[in-house]
Nanobody, 113 residues
Framework: QVQFVESGGGLVQPGGSLRLSCAAP????????MDWYRQAPGKQREFVAR???????TYADSVKGRFTISRDNAKNIVYLQMHILKIEDTAVYYC???????WGQGTQVNVTS
């Protein structure tokens, strides 16, 4: 069964940038519709971005224009480039395919001054 491993999170000041990575050892992410989700403390997991097999992208309104989802087929990694980070972007970020399978551990992003 495919498993996803997220990395790249950390502590950043408002206005800063981070790039998250999503790997799927033993699986080919280029064959999947890939999503990024996030879960803030005390809140439900919410959709952030989707990369369709065609290369088309979809974003939540809250991140549109600031986040970019992309894929490196050679490295078999999906990225989430995040710019102009806001305090409200603080959350654990997860990647998954659509339809989703078991969720990974996620990677923590903390935006704080």
């Amino acid at each position: 069964q495919v498993q996803f491993v997220e990395s790249g999170g950390g502590l950043v000041q408002p206005g800063g940038s981070l790039r998250l990575s999503c790997a799927a050892p033993g699986s080919n992410v280029s064959s999947y519709i890939m999503d990024w989700y996030r879960q803030a403390p005390g809140k439900q997991r919410e959709f952030v971005a989707r990369l369709w097999s065609s290369g088309t992208t979809t974003y939540a309104d809250s991140v549109k224009g600031r986040f970019t989802i992309s894929r490196d087929n050679a490295k078999n990694i999906v990225y989430l480039q995040m710019h102009i980070l806001k305090i409200e972007d603080t959350a654990v970020y997860y990647c998954n395919k659509w339809p989703s399978v078991q969720w990974g551990q996620g990677t923590q992003v903390n935006v704080t001054s």
